[in-house]
């Protein structure tokens, strides 16, 4: 500050702002495969900023909206999504923290989609390159910056599964037209149809039940078809797609909010031959595998593409934590056999969250008459999954490296564990399970695909009640 004092009546004074020292991020662009982030583990593709400390991070199982400068309706960015926490340096500035992260993602291949300093700082970037159909939400204030992703690898999602959603496919609002981020999603359509000469493939339109039924009708047939154009311009042989539309006839989910609508906007792929089930939803239909086993707030949930989708019940009394942890448990090797398997009319799984629960949770062995009937395909076998996403709070849990960090990554890893107790159940083995070669060989590969390839699920310090599963955290 300047003053400068001429008479009694003339008294100047200037404020001169001291330009802070220039942040400047160097990023790497995100792979040509989908990273494995482990919840202690920065995104490879964001970084932190020096001086920057990860506080937690937090896996969220329902849809990630964003919305664009010109967008007149929420996009669906993806339909999961991981959340991590920093703490702010000194002496850096919202900003200066904002700036630095645009030029390092923008050097990096990345598109600034929107970018705002109305207080908070707001930056949504997307990167479409690469195979890759990666969204980035960072908002950053005076105490903290947060990193919100949505990763959609698509590619898997076609390789394993006869029916997907086509969530990060984006029209113009009311229009058929193709929106220019679509081509990321679509580049990964194209890259498995080459792959893949002998599939033919349905695309699917449907629309929320915003308007009148012939409009949506009309809309959902132009959209899919927008989309079977642009695989036959890009080399697919035409006799390889067909297109229908079914308007607003096939929610997945509630048309009352603003997630539910954007999820029932959508374009599907239905692999030729694949057989579908419906069953009601509401006023219109949802589709799903051919039965729904699992039980969550004493309410089926419904899977699309091996993900949980939860209905607004369960997300209202259900902890965050055992969905999250289902979602990472759904995404594995294990998850998706497991699923296949048991998520049929042979089985019933029923979730109890039991925050008294001693320990991350335990699949209680069934009748001895259940276990005899394992072979028995039309009688049904009922199995109860008690979970405890409060343990880490009640006991105090302190995680030491490699061992599970956050309530998602610990519910995570009892889904895995007791869902291993289901799968012998299922085929008529009884406790003790742990001293199975076969049993800790399942283990052992979920674990490492976890992030937790040291974690342990034995008896060792379980003496007592040695017939009850454990999960043992060693270093």
């Given at each position: 500050?300047k003053?400068?004092?001429?008479?009694?009546e003339?008294?100047?004074?200037?404020?001169v702002e001291?330009?802070?020292?220039a942040?400047?991020?160097?990023?790497?662009?995100?792979?040509a495969?989908?990273?494995?982030?482990?919840?202690?583990?920065?995104?490879?593709?964001?970084?932190?900023?020096?001086?920057?400390?990860?506080?937690?991070t937090?896996v969220?199982?329902?849809?990630?909206?964003?919305?664009?400068?010109?967008?007149e309706e929420?996009?669906?960015?993806g339909?999961?999504?991981?959340?991590?926490?920093?703490?702010?340096?000194?002496?850096?500035?919202?900003?200066q923290?904002l700036?630095?992260?645009?030029?390092?993602l923008?050097?990096?291949?990345?598109?600034?989609?929107?970018?705002?300093?109305?207080s908070?700082?707001?930056?949504?970037a997307?990167?479409?390159?690469n195979g890759?159909?990666?969204?980035?939400?960072?908002?950053?204030n005076?105490?903290?910056?947060?990193m919100?992703?949505?990763?959609?690898?698509?590619?898997?999602?076609?390789?394993?599964?006869?029916?997907?959603?086509?969530y990060?496919?984006?029209?113009?609002?009311?229009?058929?037209?193709?929106?220019a981020?679509?081509?990321?999603?679509?580049?990964?359509?194209l890259?498995?149809?080459?792959?893949n000469?002998a599939?033919?493939?349905?695309l699917?339109g449907?629309?929320?039940?915003?308007?009148e039924?012939?409009?949506?009708?009309?809309?959902?047939?132009?959209?899919?078809?927008?989309?079977q154009?642009?695989?036959?311009?890009?080399?697919?042989?035409s006799a390889r797609?067909?297109s229908?539309g079914y308007?607003?006839?096939?929610?997945v989910?509630?048309?009352?909010?603003?997630?539910?609508?954007?999820?029932?906007?959508?374009?599907?792929?239905?692999k030729a031959g694949?057989?579908?089930?419906?069953?009601?939803f509401?006023a219109?239909?949802?589709?799903?595998l051919p039965?729904?086993?699992f039980v969550?707030?004493n309410?089926?949930?419904v899977?699309?593409?091996?993900?949980?989708?939860?209905?607004?019940?369960?997300?209202r009394d259900?902890?965050?934590?055992?969905?999250?942890?289902?979602?990472r448990?759904?995404?594995?090797?294990s998850?998706r056999r497991?699923?296949?398997?048991?998520?049929?009319r042979?089985f019933?799984v029923?979730?109890?969250?039991?925050?008294?629960?001693?320990?991350?949770?335990?699949?209680?062995?069934p009748?001895i008459?259940?276990?005899?009937?394992?072979?028995?395909?039309?009688?049904?076998?009922?199995?109860?999954?008690i979970l405890?996403?409060?343990?880490?709070?009640?006991?105090?849990?302190?995680?030491?490296?490699g061992?599970p960090?956050?309530p998602?990554?610990?519910?995570?890893?009892?889904?895995?564990?007791?869902?291993?107790?289901?799968?012998f159940?299922?085929?008529g083995?009884s406790?003790p399970?742990?001293?199975?070669?076969?049993?800790?060989?399942?283990?052992?590969?979920?674990?490492?695909?976890?992030?937790?390839?040291?974690?342990?699920?034995?008896?060792?310090?379980?003496e007592e009640?040695?017939?009850?599963?454990?999960?043992?955290?060693w270093?």
């Amino acid at each position: 500050m300047k003053i400068d004092v001429f008479n009694s009546e003339d008294v100047r004074v200037s404020l001169v702002e001291v330009a802070s020292q220039a942040l400047k991020l160097t990023l790497p662009p995100p792979a040509a495969q989908p990273e494995h982030v482990a919840a202690a583990s920065d995104f490879p593709y964001l970084g932190h900023v020096p001086g920057s400390q990860l506080k937690n991070t937090e896996v969220e199982a329902n849809p990630m909206l964003v919305t664009g400068e010109h967008d007149e309706e929420p996009q669906l960015a993806g339909t999961s999504s991981t959340s991590k926490f920093y703490s702010v340096p000194e002496r850096l500035g919202t900003h200066q923290l904002l700036v630095a992260y645009r030029d390092a993602l923008s050097a990096a291949g990345w598109t600034i989609v929107t970018m705002a300093e109305p207080s908070d700082g707001v930056l949504l970037a997307h990167y479409g390159k690469n195979g890759r159909d990666v969204w980035a939400s960072l908002h950053i204030n005076a105490e903290e910056i947060s990193m919100r992703v949505a990763d959609n690898d698509l590619a898997s999602q076609l390789q394993r599964v006869c029916h997907v959603s086509l969530y990060g496919v984006h029209f113009d609002f009311n229009k058929p037209s193709l929106r220019a981020d679509s081509d990321a999603v679509l580049q990964q359509v194209l890259a498995f149809l080459n792959a893949n000469p002998a599939v033919r493939i349905e695309l699917q339109g449907h629309t929320d039940s915003v308007g009148e039924a012939g409009a949506n009708q009309k809309l959902s047939e132009a959209r899919a078809a927008s989309v079977q154009a642009w695989l036959v311009q890009h080399g697919v042989v035409s006799a390889r797609i067909t297109s229908a539309g079914y308007g607003k006839t096939r929610p997945v989910t509630t048309n009352d909010t603003d997630d539910g609508r954007a999820r029932n906007r959508r374009v599907e792929i239905a692999k030729a031959g694949a057989v579908v089930a419906f069953l009601a939803f509401g006023a219109g239909f949802r589709e799903t595998l051919p039965s729904r086993a699992f039980v969550l707030a004493n309410e089926p949930i419904v899977f699309d593409g091996m993900q949980p989708r939860f209905s607004e019940h369960q997300l209202r009394d259900s902890a965050p934590a055992i969905r999250a942890g289902l979602a990472r448990w759904a995404a594995t090797e294990s998850g998706r056999r497991i699923i296949e398997r048991i998520n049929t009319r042979e089985f019933r799984v029923t979730v109890v969250e039991r925050n008294d629960e001693d320990g991350l949770g335990r699949a209680p062995e069934p009748s001895i008459g259940m276990l005899v009937d394992a072979a028995d395909h039309a009688k049904v076998k009922s199995y109860e999954l008690i979970l405890n996403p409060e343990v880490g709070t009640i006991h105090g849990f302190q995680p030491v490296a490699g061992t599970p960090f956050s309530p998602a990554d610990m519910m995570a890893i009892a889904w895995a564990a007791e869902m291993l107790h289901i799968e012998f159940y299922s085929e008529g083995i009884s406790l003790p399970h742990h001293n199975r070669a076969d049993f800790q060989e399942k283990w052992h590969a979920v674990a490492a695909e976890l992030g937790f390839p040291s974690l342990r699920h034995d008896d060792a310090v379980d003496e007592e009640a040695p017939r009850r599963a454990r999960i043992i955290y060693w270093r």
